[in-house]
């Protein structure tokens, strides 16, 4: 097993950390400064036995391997099924100046990402830069799948947590989602049976004029800047009084829009609210009545 020669650079300045899987130290040398020619800084070691190859997995991190299909006391076969024990996401890259075809078939379909003949360096850094560009996006994908999971579960926690009740449904009213605030407020014990029985929110609006109900759409409130007052019927026929408010997504501009929304319950206030107007009037005419005696 050997190092390169050349001091390790810092983490700043290594572009590639490169394992080789080689028993001529000649090949070795010869990949490592093909490399390095191909603007890479380049930290490689040579490993030719599968102990070796478990000693460098197992002490550093690596960028990629590079493994000859055929050495004395170790071959591509098992340097490969070495590396899949390891569970690692980067390319395992075959050279070899014999190997056929079926057999280069078999090694890609049991996990190696390429494999290319000795000699073919035309091939060789194309197809390294382009596994690497695959790695590195198979690792983006992978943190940004992380934080969108992180970011759902924290919703997901403050959505089922809130003190308020919180919709979702579709554009034209469909529940599709509503947390236990909300269905406790329309009288059901669950979010569950409450989506099952009630499957549209049909607010009523009142007319401050005519003091007539009509029944309007989420999406009409959705396109009003604030909340408003409305009333909804409760599983047990009672009539709900709640503070609404609701705004429209479009995640995507090919995906339906969704209307996502607060439902605040009220009831209890406007009944103090109405229950003072009418101690204000009592007063009031009182007044006026001992007034005229």
């Known amino acids: 097993m050997e190092s390169a020669s050349q001091p390790t650079p810092s983490p700043a300045e290594t572009d590639l950390r490169v394992l080789i899987v080689e028993d001529s130290k000649i090949e070795a040398k010869f990949t490592a400064n093909l490399l390095k020619k191909n603007g890479y800084a380049v930290v490689h070691e040579r490993v030719e036995t599968e102990e070796q190859m478990s000693t460098a997995l197992d002490e ?8 000859d299909y055929q050495m004395p006391d170790f071959d591509g076969m098992r340097a490969l ?4 024990k390891y569970e690692l996401d980067i390319p395992f890259i075959l050279v070899s100046g014999k190997i056929g075809e079926e057999t280069a078939v078999d090694l890609m379909k049991m996990g190696a990402h390429d494999y290319i003949m000795k000699g073919n360096t035309a091939r060789l850094v194309p197809a390294i830069k382009s596994h690497l560009q695959d790695a590195a996006n198979r690792r983006e994908n992978l943190r940004l799948e992380k934080r969108l999971k992180e970011s759902e579960a924290q919703y997901r926690g403050f959505f089922q947590n809130a003190h308020i009740g919180i919709f979702r449904c579709s554009e034209n009213g469909a529940l599709l989602d509503a947390n236990l605030r909300m269905a406790n407020a329309f009288g059901f014990e669950n979010p569950q049976d409450f989506m099952k029985s009630i499957e549209t929110l049909k607010p009523e609006i009142h007319d401050l004029n005519t003091r007539e109900a009509r029944t309007v759409k989420l999406i009409e409130l959705a396109n009003q800047d604030d909340h408003c007052e409305a009333s909804f019927h409760r599983a047990d026929g009672s009539i709900m009084e709640a503070k609404i408010n609701v705004w429209a997504i479009q995640e995507d501009p090919e995906k339906p829009v969704y209307l996502e929304g607060i439902v605040e319950d009220i009831t209890k206030q406007k009944e103090m609210e109405r229950k003072l ?3 204000e009037e009592l007063h009031e005419s009182l007044i006026d009545l001992t007034s005229n005696l």
């Open 81 to 84: 099924k070495v590396f899949q």
């Open 277 to 279: 107007r009418e101690m």
């Open 60 to 67: 550093h991190k690596w960028d990629i391997i590079i493994s």
